[in-house]
């Protein structure tokens, strides 16, 4: 079904709008403080499928379903264990994702048939009341088509969504601009699945023993299931110039310690004089006007072997 996809200003009556619409079991774009979310009623197996749909997603990718309260955590969940309670006291409503033990309540294609559920508590402030209004979660992906960059205004979703979901939400530039951090959730430790909002040394704040799963840092064959969106799938692929840079062989060895004394993870890479680094650089939620970099180093790729 082709709509004509409308922006609309996130004042009580649209929202009420809106989650008329959720229950119905429509799509509708929802502002949160990191990307701007395609929401569907997490409960519902085929108002999930037009999410597929609409993104043209892979269905064994989870998606994240999103809560305005702590009441609403039980019917998602067989257990909350200690470590997600603290970490819930102190990271939500925030960019921080956790995955958990699903209850029977959330459907398999909710999960990406999996047993878990990853569930997050939006801070913004429109995309809680519209969960609120609905009365139940909310599970939404970044709304843009799989493999697009996430949409950070109403303007973006527009333009991927345009004639594939009836309603997009307003609620101004998202504060963030990157997608939360998604963690597994133990009784006695966390491991990172997707880098984003709450940094690592953040999380450790908070609990001592945090992991790096090896679909953080290595890429993931195509048939291996993964419990967290972003770990498999082409993600943020933006249509962006691209700038060539060179140096002497003692600006390059200064560049890559610079780089090494500030990393956020230590990958056991390193580079030599000659090698070829692709920098990207997004920006973070920490330090004003600060910058996130992402350094890889060009590899020879084996014939026959997919993985570099």
């Given at each position: ?22 229950q ?24 999930i ?6 993104k ?52 398999m ?10 569930i ?15 009365g139940?979660?909310?599970a ?66 908070c ?48 560049y ?27 920006c ?16 020879k ?8």
């Open positions: 079904m082709a709509f004509h996809t409308i922006i609309v200003p996130p004042d009580t009556e649209q929202i009420k709008k809106a989650a008329v619409l959720l119905a079991g429509e799509v509708v774009g929802i502002p949160t403080e990191t990307v701007y979310g395609l929401a569907a009623d997490a409960y519902n197996p085929d108002a499928k037009k999410i597929f749909l609409a043209g997603r892979p269905q064994d990718n989870p998606l994240i379903v999103h809560i305005d309260s702590m009441e609403m955590l039980p019917e998602l969940v067989v257990a909350i264990p200690d470590t997600a309670r603290r970490l819930a006291e102190k990271f939500w409503p925030g960019p921080l994702t956790m995955i958990l033990p699903k209850s029977d309540r959330v459907p294609v909710t999960t990406g048939n999996l047993d878990t559920v990853a997050r508590m939006p801070s913004h402030p429109v995309a809680r009341q519209i969960i609120h209004t609905c139940f979660p909310l939404a992906p970044s709304a843009n088509l799989s493999g697009s960059p996430s949409p950070t205004t109403a303007e973006h979703v527009k333009k991927d969504m345009d004639g594939r979901i009836p309603f997009i939400i307003n609620g101004g530039e998202c504060e963030i601009g990157v997608e939360s951090t998604v963690i597994a959730v133990y009784d006695n430790h966390v491991r990172l699945l997707r880098p984003g909002g709450i940094t690592v040394s953040m999380l450790r704040s609990v001592d023993n945090v992991e790096i799963d090896n679909g953080v840092l290595h890429m993931i064959a195509n048939d291996v299931q993964v419990s967290s969106p972003g770990m498999k799938y082409k993600h943020y692929a933006p249509k962006a110039k691209v700038i060539i840079l060179e140096g002497s062989r003692e600006e390059f060895a200064d890559v310690s610079a780089c090494q004394a500030r990393a956020l993870y230590d990958t056991g890479i390193s580079a030599k004089y000659g090698d070829k680094l692709l920098t990207l650089s997004t973070d939620n920490i330090t004003d006007n600060g910058r996130l970099l992402v350094i890889a180093k060009k590899t790729q084996n014939r026959g072997n997919k993985n570099p």
